[in-house]
């Protein structure tokens, strides 16, 4: 028996929480019909108020499977190294940067996540 027969077992989507079974959902933490979702949220949630990289940063967030729901409005961000966790939701995040106010990518993260 190999590794990755194993890890399949056990791996449920982030967005629906059903069972997956594909490699590429695995690593992407959602299965084929939340992934498409998530991208449709992308074209209708307004961006306007984030800069470029804050976009990106939000969808490799995403992609990364580095945000998880804890309650309906309420997500766990990791920070970009790794070695932080943040509570994040549309409208702020424990982040440094929501702490002081500023729109940060685990908020957009969070918009896109609840739009889908």
């Not at 945000?67 to 970009?80: D, G």
């Amino acid at each position: 028996m190999n590794a990755a027969a194993t890890t399949t077992q056990h791996a449920t989507c982030l967005g629906c929480g059903r069972k997956l079974t594909s490699a590429k959902s695995i690593a992407a933490g959602r299965g084929r019909v939340c992934a498409a979702k998530v991208r449709a949220a992308e074209q209708t949630v307004d961006t306007s108020d984030y800069k470029a990289h804050q976009i990106a940063s939000a969808r490799e967030l995403i992609a990364d499977a580095a945000i998880i729901p804890l309650r309906s409005t309420v997500f766990l961000a990791v920070s970009t190294d790794g070695t932080e966790t943040y509570r994040s939701a549309p409208t702020a995040c424990t982040c440094p940067a929501g702490i002081k106010g500023s729109r940060c990518y685990h908020q957009l993260a969070a918009r896109l996540l609840l739009a889908a």
